[in-house]
């Protein structure tokens, strides 16, 4: 049974240049997180999907970030220009239907993440 | 005050002890409530959710106060694989993503 499925595991590059994330969520999830973790801001949601339509990018940082969802199997997050102070771990999540009434139980399954590093 | 908080720790404690930790939330609006672990280097995964009544599973129960707005994990006979970050999570319910606090980082010794 596939999990969420990020891309790629690692990434390297120069400041300026220009990143994708991808990822794959759980076949059938209506809904996709994206996240980004450092050790100083813990777990941060950027934004999320609900039936392929963005529903929340308040905490998406600045316009240097943008994420899409074509189809209900892949999203990606971009960042251009990238900048050091990126880096971080983003990690991908889905699950289906929150609204499960007050005591939602439906977790949210989270892709390995992506560690991105911006020399 | 931050949405959600934490005690991050280390919390060090013998194998086989019981350790419990709380978790604060600011948003009376809070519907539901998750504990979620996620070990080192790895991506968080769901441990339990919080009932309004407390609800265990095995050696870990979970109790949420909504007076005091905080939600609680009690672990019993800790065992070393037990080492990690755990993490509260927090949602307003409905569509919405979750808040997750910055983790409480506990350590079982041999």
């Known amino acids: 049974d596939a999990g969420v499925i990020q891309s790629p595991r690692h990434e390297v590059t120069e400041m300026g240049q220009e990143v994708t994330l991808r990822c794959k969520p759980i076949?059938?999830?209506?809904?996709l997180f994206w996240y980004r973790q450092t050790m100083m801001r813990g777990l941060e949601l950027l934004i999320y999907?609900?039936?392929?339509?963005?529903?929340?990018d308040s905490g998406m940082p600045e316009d240097r970030f943008s994420a899409k969802m074509p189809n209900a199997s892949f999203s990606t997050l971009k960042i251009q220009p990238s900048e050091p102070r990126d880096s971080a771990v983003y990690f991908c999540?889905?699950?289906?239907?929150?609204?499960?009434?007050?005591?939602?139980?439906?977790?949210?399954?989270f892709g390995d993440g992506t560690r991105l590093s911006i020399l | 005050r931050k949405e959600v908080e934490q005690d991050p720790g280390p919390f060090n404690v013998p194998e086989g002890a019981t350790v419990a930790f709380n978790c604060t939330y600011s948003n009376s609006a809070s519907q539901s409530f998750f504990w979620y672990r996620q070990d080192c280097r790895k991506e968080p995964k769901l441990l339990m959710s919080?009932?309004?009544s407390g609800n265990e599973d095995g050696r870990f129960t979970a109790q949420l106060n909504r007076a005091s707005q905080y939600i609680s994990l009690l672990i019993r006979d800790s065992k070393l694989s037990d080492s990690a970050t755990y993490l509260c999570v927090v949602t307003r319910g409905g569509a919405d993503g979750l808040t997750f606090g910055k983790g409480t980082h506990l350590i079982i010794q041999p």
């Open positions: 999540a889905s699950s289906s239907d929150l609204r499960t009434g007050p005591y939602s139980n439906q977790p949210q399954h």
């Open positions: 999907f609900n039936n392929n339509v963005p529903i929340d």
């Open positions: 076949s059938g999830h209506d809904y």
């Open positions: 919080v009932y309004s």
